[in-house]
């Protein structure tokens, strides 16, 4: 990040602080902790209290936190003042519920990673580490997740907490040489971005770099909605070679913006389709990296090595993708990788139209009624692996959860089904055509092998070993092989 990025972010804090005793931060997650600390121990600000949508504990960093209603219903008063603290998106979704008459700042994410770095400066200046951890940061080869285990053991030792202190551009891709072990020369693939730019901490930025490192010859995408990329982001993707595709949000989002998701993919795949060069296509997410530098290759040998069935016509080789679970159809959306022509058919499907599933206010009801769902029905598949015979009351509580769960399903779900239904057939049986699907159209990936980063959540890759990978995979196709007509 150049230096004059956000670099008056301290200076704004202070400046809209000066003379006020009661500041408030909306907000009481990474960004929280990171606004509160910055004001206290380098502008030397107080803060009264933080301000949350839903209170899930009564104090944090020893001052009260208050749920919204309550905040402007009892403490609210004229003479406050409120930083929002919190990522865009968020604060997109909060701002229409603070009274238009109250005092707030909103720092862009520019001066919000700027605020990371000061503070992490003074961190590491103050605890005596910055030589130990610039060697780091400056060794070759040395991998996000050996950084971060290295900082938390120095924080641990100190008795400090630097969670959100932990961006991944500490290793920075474009200050990094990269061995010629490490460059691979593919020219036959495409890796489509799909989603909004993750400014914080350069993400985007430096994902695309470090791909574009690594494989000097593939065709990268960042497939994007109107206005989210900045003069920066954009002279950086034109030093990079990487193309950008801006489209118009579709009015119908479907559910949790799966509508998004399927019109940018799609949108991103179309632009290489008339290529005759490019034969393959990785759709990932701007949110998300893969740290394993052979990455492609890996996806390439999967398809290899897994053949389709000579009876499964609609495709012309297996879809790679990023986990599964034994819930029907719900199989990661991290990334898809394929014969391109496979991947456009994947996304090429109606959007969703169910309005009751696409309304904000009843998600939480939602999400409550299919974790319950799913873990009835996990309980019962996992009985069934193991051997035993559900009993006919059973049977009736699976079937229950399982008609339960279409109809409020989640957007990998969307997808997959859908998908299934056009291309495949019609799915009489769901787990049989779950089943089906994962037998003998896709590869589960192993996301721990490659070392997926997951910018949704803090400092940790993202896997899904566990909850479905490459050998829970294995074993399915082990235990049933099925033909395009079974």
């Known amino acids: 990040m150049d230096e004059c990025f956000g670099s008056n ?67 609210y008063k004229g003479s406050c003042k409120i930083i929002l ?55 070759n080869g040395t991998y996000y997740i050996e950084l971060v285990r290295y900082i938390n053991n120095i924080v641990n030792k100190n008795g400090n907490s630097l969670k959100y202190f932990v961006p991944i551009n500490l290793r920075r891709f474009d200050r990094m040489d990269i061995s010629k072990e490490e460059i691979f020369d593919i020219k036959n693939t495409a890796i489509v971005l799909q989603g909004p730019i993750r400014y914080e901490n350069d993400f985007t930025v430096d994902t695309m770099i470090w791909y574009r490192k690594h494989y000097p010859n593939v065709t990268i995408i960042i497939s994007t909605w109107k206005g989210e ?15 950008i595709i801006e489209s118009e949000k579709p009015v119908n989002e479907g559910v949790m913006h799966v509508n998004y998701q399927l019109l940018s993919s799609l949108r991103g ?21 893969i740290m394993k530098p052979d990455f492609l290759i890996y996806f390439r040998d999967l398809v290899k090595h897994y053949p389709l069935t000579k009876k499964c016509k609609c495709l012309e080789e297996r879809i790679v993708v990023g986990g599964c679970s034994r819930i029907p159809f719900d199989i990661r959306d991290f990334y898809m990788f394929g014969n391109k022509g496979d991947i456009y058919k994947l996304f090429n499907i109606p ?9 904000h206010s009843r998600w939480g009801i939602i ?38 769960l279409y109809k409020i399903y989640n957007p990998e779900m969307y997808i997959y089904r859908t998908f299934y239904k056009k291309y495949i057939g019609v799915i ?3 787990e049989h055509a779950y089943k089906k699907l994962l037998c003998n159209y896709l590869v589960v990936a192993d996301s721990d092998v490659l070392q997926i980063y997951w910018d949704k959540y803090e400092n940790s890759r993202y896997n899904y070993v566990g909850f479905g990978g490459y050998y829970y995979w294995l074993k399915l196709m082990d235990n049933m092989e099925l033909g395009e007509n079974s």
């Open 428 to 430: 009489d049986g769901v």
């Open 367 to 404: 999400h409550k009624i299919r974790g319950k769902a799913e873990t009835e029905i996990e309980g019962y598949i996992e009985k069934e692996e193991k051997g035993a015979v559900l009993d006919d009351k059973e049977k009736r509580r699976k079937e229950r959860f399982l008609r339960s």
């Open 229 to 243: 990329c900045r003069d920066g982001f954009i002279e950086k993707c034109e030093k990079y070679n990487i193309s």
């Open 351 to 359: 959007y969703d139209d169910n309005i009751r599933l696409q309304n």
């Open 269 to 289: 795949i179309e632009s290489v389709m008339d290529n005759c060069e490019i034969k393959y296509v990785l759709k990932c997410r701007t949110d998300q990296r």
């Open 85 to 139: 603290s919190v990522r865009d998106e968020i604060a997109r979704e909060i701002l229409p519920f603070i009274p238009p008459e109250a005092k707030i700042l909103q720092l862009d994410s520019w001066e919000i990673q700027y605020l990371q770095r000061v503070y992490f400066n003074n961190f590491i200046r103050k605890n005596n580490i910055s030589k130990e951890l610039l060697d780091l940061i400056n060794a």
């Open 9 to 75: 972010a301290v200076t704004k804090l202070e400046d809209f602080c000066e003379g006020c005793d009661d500041i408030y931060l909306y907000g009481a997650g990474e960004f929280g902790e990171l606004f509160f600390d910055v004001l206290r121990d380098i502008c030397s600000i107080d803060v009264k209290g933080f301000i949350v949508t839903e209170v899930k504990r009564s104090s944090k960093k020893g001052v009260p936190i208050y749920d919204r209603d309550t905040f402007f219903e009892k403490i």
